[in-house]
């Protein structure tokens, strides 16, 4: 397959391009090649690649900066899918985006399907929202993949900074009243390669299997570099005082992904000890 990947130099495509140049014709564009939401440079890249999907990750991904600078999360998040899926509709490719779990409130107790509906707390959680609605704009194939939690080789994570943390602070504290899917950034991109070969359609959840708060998760991510994990102390969302309002509880329930792609995810607790492990962290 021929495909075009948006956002390739981030967090997430740093993991996916490789993998997905193992087996398909790949070609992509970061934030110095041009703005997502401007039309002009991107249509004519589109169409001499001649894509069969585009794999849209570019993003405004700063939860609380998009709470400040929220004209600019919509253009980027909303206005910027809206092109990608027009890019699309012109070359007749399909599209694929990736969203997030802040689309969702936070109110239930049990992991959400892709059938739950959403109520957005955040500016970020509401522009990724309106940018999966901008991808079904045209007549064209489309599907979303929400994600959460993201960490991995291709960048700055919550995994390096407790890292960090821990080498710099004798103790440190984390919420641990939000509960969500720690998802490694590898494994996604095995699910995404698995969707695209199948034709998606409709919205997807891609995450690691199971729960954590972001405490359990710093704990278990000193665990995992050998520090003593009650050097991590609990806190609540409401001391830790963030600007974006984030969901208490926001697991996803991923069965249809790993139906649909033949991919199963292992669960948050192997991906990481595999990512620890396997990462040089000189
Ligand atoms: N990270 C997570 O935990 C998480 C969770 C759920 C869903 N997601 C979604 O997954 C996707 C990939 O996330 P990621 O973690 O790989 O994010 P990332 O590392 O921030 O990558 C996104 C890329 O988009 C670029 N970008 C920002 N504004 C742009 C613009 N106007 N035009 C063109 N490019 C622009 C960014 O450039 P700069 O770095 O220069 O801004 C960055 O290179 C995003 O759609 C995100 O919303 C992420």
Redo the contacts with the bound molecule.
Sequence with gaps: MRLFV?????????SLVPLLQESHEVTG???Q?????DGTWLFPRVSAFRPDWII???????VDACEEAKDEAY???EE?SAIVAEAAFGARAGVL??????VFDGKKQTPYGVEDPVNPLSV?GHS?WL?EEALGRYDSRWAVV??????GP??R?FVSTIRNLLNTRETIKVVDDQVGSP?Y?EDLARLIEGLVRREPEGIYHGVNRGAASWFEFAQEIARCFGFDPNRIQPTSTEEFGRPAPRPPYSVLDGSRAENVSRVTMRSWKDAVHHFIENQSWD
């Design positions: 948006t956002g390739w130099d981030g967090l997430l495509g740093s564009v970061g934030i090649d041009g703005d997502i939401a849209h990750l570019a993003a405004m991904t700063a253009r980027v998040n910027g985006g990736i969203s997030t779990d802040y970020y990724k940018g929400r994600s959460a939690w993201l960490y291709g960048g994570s998802t950034t």
